[in-house]
């Protein structure tokens, strides 16, 4: 009986899985609070510290704080229709009929896809003679030629780019949430003589919050470091309006600018913590108020 | 109500060939075309004959698809038994042991889902430890990267299982090790499933810390790719590009077409607790 009155758990088997993580996830962490402070780079041999000078340089050509204003831009956008695609299907899917079964695989399909593939896919669709300009064309009864990657509102088809490929997951995720909703909930609600829209505007939409909440959450830490489809369908243009951070990073890499990499990395981390703290805070405390 | 139940089965149609339909096709008959036809891709079928034999033939010489192939699934493959294996044992210790050590322990074990990976100086780190550039060092990556995904699903799960039945194995005399193995790690078959699927889906796909961490020096499925659509010689092959997108996407989709009903369940049994 002596044996039951300690845990059985041996503190070494945390030994392993932290091993791993300190090493090759925390130690390059704090890794890059150093070396942001450095001149590292591919055409020095020795690295220096310098101060802010990174910080500095950074803000001072403008290209950090509008990068950063893009990833921010892009990321809400991002969760904004990733979340009303989702919502839409899975309220449109949620009976079990055959044809709905048939397309909630179906729409699952580009989750599964690469990133780098469905941006391709949608360079080629969104191309100025491509199949979408096409199909306005034979909608419009005349030729249409625009350049869907090249206006001035790229950043927003890019973002929606984005939610099609994940809009399968939040799906699933939200039919999983109107399914743990009672049955006895919506009958008292139709009793009371609530219409559909009435009983989904007070009564599902709020039972759905645990869903809202790892959804937004996840499609926030998601697209803040995102880089695949966007680096296929813009590479970041026109004019770097699409440049979020991640492809500032790839590209300042491969100039060899490691310090400047590494600052906005740094500069990546510090704006995802601050924007996902809040978020998880506020939509958990919203869980808990229903 | 009742236009509704007529109407909602169309506009379900008419989502799945807009939304779904177009972009598939758009892939499939552009990987038919010659290369003069697929120059600017559109949903016709091919002018001047299908070319799929030729084009994925040409993908499977040019692109180093084998290669690229064997180079993913060595990655995949130990990242995900990595992972797996040291998340349950570390969960089984976070979820069934309290006090403010583990409640550190906890929040430092998943702030990897919150925290983006510092990838320049990784690559720095993996060069001082002379692995920059090999697969085990990419494994070792991923490993570092998706834990705390691990991490948070399976000690969660664990959570929900009632302790008794270990507590029990332990009066009977059986070490960790066997109550870990024999016991926790059969009940937790759902979630290990689910976390399987959604770290597969990433690493499979992965191209960003990739090209970072092994680009240029190993072959994987989606660096080929990017290779093959940022090359000069591919500039605008799209029937190429085309061919590499449905190649690299088969063995995922055969999977999923196989297990699509557990996945499926498995993802919303797992994720909304």
Wanted: with cysteine.
């Amino acid at each position: 009986m002596r044996a039951s009155s300690r845990p059985a758990q041996p503190w070494w088997f945390l030994a392993p899985a932290f091993a791993v993580l300190i090493v090759f996830f925390l130690v390059p962490t704090l890794y890059n609070l150093i070396y942001a402070f450095t001149d590292w780079s591919s055409f020095k041999t020795a690295i220096n510290p310098v101060g802010l000078q990174n910080f500095r340089d950074l803000l001072g050509n403008g290209i950090l704080l509008k990068d950063l204003r893009t990833t921010v831009i892009y990321a809400a956008l991002v969760a904004l229709f990733q979340n009303l695609f989702g919502l839409v299907l899975a309220l449109l899917l949620e009976s079990d009929t055959r044809l709905n079964r048939f397309a909630r695989v179906m729409f699952f399909i580009p989750v599964i896809m690469s990133a780098l593939a469905v941006g391709y896919i949608f360079q080629a669709l969104l191309k100025p003679t491509g199949a979408l300009n096409a199909i306005l064309g034979w909608f419009a009864g005349h030729e249409v030629q625009h350049a869907w990657l090249a206006d001035s509102w790229t950043l927003l088809y890019v973002a929606l780019i984005h939610a099609w490929k994940w809009m399968g997951l939040a799906m699933l995720i939200y039919l999983a949430g109107l399914k743990t909703i009672g049955v006895d909930v919506l009958e008292a609600a139709r009793i009371d003589g609530a219409g559909a829209w009435q009983t989904f505007r007070q009564v599902r939409f709020p039972l759905l919050a645990p869903a809202v909440t790892f959804n937004v959450a996840t499609a926030l830490l998601g697209s803040m470091n995102s880089f695949d489809i966007v680096q296929a369908t813009t590479g970041g243009g026109p004019a770097q309006s699409t440049e979020i951070l991640n492809i500032f990073i790839y590209r300042t890499f491969g100039q060899g600018l490691f310090a400047q990499a590494t600052t906005m990395s740094l500069v990546l981390l510090l704006v995802i913590a601050v924007m996902a703290f809040p978020t998880i805070w506020v939509l958990r405390r919203r869980e808990q108020v229903l | 109500m009742n236009t509704w139940r007529v109407v909602r089965p169309g506009i379900v149609v008419v989502l799945l060939l807009g939304l779904l339909g177009v972009p598939l096709w758009l892939v499939f008959i552009t990987s038919a075309k010659s290369r003069g036809d697929a120059l600017s891709p559109s949903l016709s079928l091919p002018r001047d004959g299908w070319h799929l034999a030729a084009n994925y033939t040409e993908v499977f010489t040019e692109g180093r698809v084998w290669k690229a192939f064997f180079g993913s699934l060595s990655i995949v493959l130990p990242s995900t038994v990595l992972l797996l294996l040291l998340g349950a044992m570390a969960a089984w210790v976070l979820a069934r042991r309290s006090g403010i050590v583990i409640a550190v322990l906890y929040a430092i074990g998943i702030s990897g889902i919150v925290l983006p990976p510092a990838v320049i100086t990784l690559v720095l780190l993996l060069r001082q430890l002379t692995i920059d550039g090999t697969l085990s060092g990419m494994v070792l990556v991923y490993t570092g990267i998706y834990m705390s995904t691990a991490i948070f699903f399976i000690t969660g799960f664990i959570r929900t299982i009632p302790a008794e039945l270990e507590e029990a194995a332990r009066v009977d005399g059986a070490g960790p090790v066997r109550i870990f193995f024999t016991i926790i790690l059969p009940l937790l078959r759902p979630v290990l499933a689910t976390a399987t699927i959604l770290i597969c889906l990433y690493i499979w796909n992965d191209v960003f810390y990739a090209f970072f961490v092994i680009g240029g020096r190993k072959d994987t499925l989606p660096l080929n790719l990017f290779q093959v659509a940022s090359a000069g010689l591919y500039l605008n092959n799209w029937h190429l590009i085309f061919a590499y997108v449905v190649l690299m996407s088969l063995p995922l989709l055969v999977v999923f077409a196989v297990a699509q009903r557990r996945i499926i369940s498995g993802i919303t049994g797992g994720a909304v607790k």
